[in-house]
């Protein structure tokens, strides 16, 4: 069997590697415009700060090494079309011919109609080679004050990397709050732990031109906002032009199914490109998270070698940290259900991650959100100074379960002094939930 894979990142490069584990003769073929397989987007800040020192440290596995897997890699190579009936794909360096495809072709930055916006020192954050540009920059213009234009991870992660550096920072947005991952009185404690170190924040603005190349302001309203560094970060934007041209059902995404075939059933889309299941809404909705790309992978691999797997509508579980702050969400925001018309009971607790008598505890906020109707979770947010991760990841396995507010408040927990509480912060939230129920 040939199977051809375009995209050449987490989702496309995971695939490859599934693909051989389960079948050991197929022709696998991953073509992919950059010179390396997998490496991780979600830690190029952390190499803009240098908590990573290169660039190419975030890359997971060398190229030798999918090819010791008799994967045949077309890197630097571009795919131009796709001809379902003769069933090719056309390349800059020829015709590659497939029984299988799938498209792994990811995500690119959105760049806003803004003048100036390709200026010299203005930047996207999405490739080794956009962290590249913005290092190169910094050592040698030593730039003191950068904008960040948008607030989703990338442009938060991005700020945080730059006060590291020393810069002054301000984040731009149209939207009223630092993230939309959260609702807004959850996203002000994340506002003010940045707003301590040296992150300021503009809300409802949207910057109208960029002034200088090399970068000497952002004109923000009709204000002169000095800045020597821009980052671009207003959100990402699905690829489906590849599809589109192929004439496959596309939306904001590829359309899948629940197997990631696409309107082609000898074509799948995996990854930040694939358009999938929102578990809450059911509604179509994006999965841009390295946790789904790989899990897409998996099945769509398991799916091509003939398993009958599915790929679960998702509730995009996410966490970052930023400076001293954890910050993990999953599943509606509670701003979200009610413009759904969902009727929901919210609970919101505020303690500390050890015992009030034990020391070195830190604060912690957990919001959880349930459906009235059927009295299931669907829906968290929490911030705090440690052990987000592990809150989080809970919730949500409970909520891909099917838990109600019962389960949550009556749930078995570990307790220690030096690690947690009795009764968990998750439970005392649950419990403040289920008082509106009745």
Same mark, same amino acid.
Do not use: N
């Given at each position: 069997m040939r199977i051809v894979v375009i995209g050449s990142g987490t989702a496309g490069s995971n695939f490859a590697l599934f693909m051989r584990k389960l079948d050991r003769k197929a022709e696998i073929t991953v073509i992919g415009k950059e010179k390396t397989?997998?490496?991780?987007?979600?830690?190029?800040?952390?190499?803009?700060?240098?908590?990573?020192?290169?660039? %190419?440290?975030?890359? &997971?596995?060398p190229n030798e090494f999918y090819e010791k897997q008799k994967i045949n890699l077309m890197l630097n190579t571009e795919a131009k079309a796709i001809d379902r009936e003769r069933k090719v794909v056309i390349t800059d360096k020829g015709e590659v011919p497939y029984d299988k495809?799938?498209?792994?072709?990811?995500?690119?930055a959105v760049i806003p109609p803004i003048k100036g916006v390709e200026n010299e020192g203005v930047f996207t954050l999405k490739s080794l080679d956009d962290v590249r540009r913005i290092k190169a920059y910094i050592a040698e213009r030593k730039p003191k004050k950068a904008v960040v234009i948008g607030a989703g991870l990338v442009g938060l992660e991005g700020a945080e990397a730059f006060a590291k550096l020393?810069? %002054?920072?301000?984040? &731009?947005?149209?939207?009223?709050?630092?993230t939309t991952m959260l609702d807004k009185d959850m996203a002000k404690l994340v506002q003010e732990e940045m707003e301590k170190h040296g992150v300021?924040?503009?809300?409802?603005?949207?910057?109208?031109?960029?002034?200088?190349?090399?970068?000497?302001?952002?004109?923000?309203?009709?204000?002169?906002?000095e800045a020597d560094l821009v980052l671009v970060a207003a959100g990402m934007r699905a690829n489906v032009d590849l599809a589109k041209n192929a004439g496959l059902e596309v939306n904001r995404g590829i359309v899948v199914n629940e197997h990631l075939q696409t309107s082609d059933p000898d074509i799948y889309a995996i990854g930040d490109c694939a358009e999938v299941i929102d578990a809450v809404t059911g509604e179509r909705t994006l999965s841009q998270l390295g946790t789904s790309a790989v899990r897409m992978a998996k099945v769509a691999a398991e799916h091509i070698a003939g398993k009958d797997v599915s790929f679960r509508p998702v509730f995009n579980t996410t966490i970052t940290k930023l400076f001293g702050l954890e910050i993990g969400a999953f599943g509606i925001t509670e701003e979200r259900a009610k413009k759904a018309g969902i009727e929901i009971a919210v609970g919101k607790f505020k303690g500390s991650t050890k015992p009030e008598y034990y020391p070195g505890g830190k604060p912690i906020t957990v919001k959880v959100i349930f459906r009235k109707s059927d009295r299931k979770l669907i829906g968290a947010q929490i911030v705090g100074?440690?052990?987000?991760?592990?809150?989080?990841?809970?919730?949500?396995?409970?909520?891909?379960?099917?838990?109600?507010?019962?389960d949550v408040v009556y749930l078995e927990t570990a307790y220690a002094p030096p690690v947690s509480p009795t009764i968990d912060p998750i439970c005392v939230a649950a419990e403040m939930a289920l008082r509106r129920f009745h």
């Open positions: 397989m997998q490496y991780s987007p979600c830690a190029l800040p952390h190499v803009i700060s240098g908590t990573i020192e290169k660039p %190419e440290d975030v890359i &997971v596995f495809l799938v498209l792994a072709v990811g995500s690119k020393g810069m %002054e920072v301000l984040v &731009v947005r149209r939207g009223d709050r630092a300021s924040f503009r809300f409802g603005a949207c910057p109208s031109e960029i002034i200088g190349s090399p970068v000497k302001a952002v004109k923000i309203d009709d204000e002169e906002v100074g440690e052990r987000v991760w592990g809150r989080i990841m809970t919730l949500s396995a409970l909520a891909q379960k099917g838990a109600t507010v019962e």
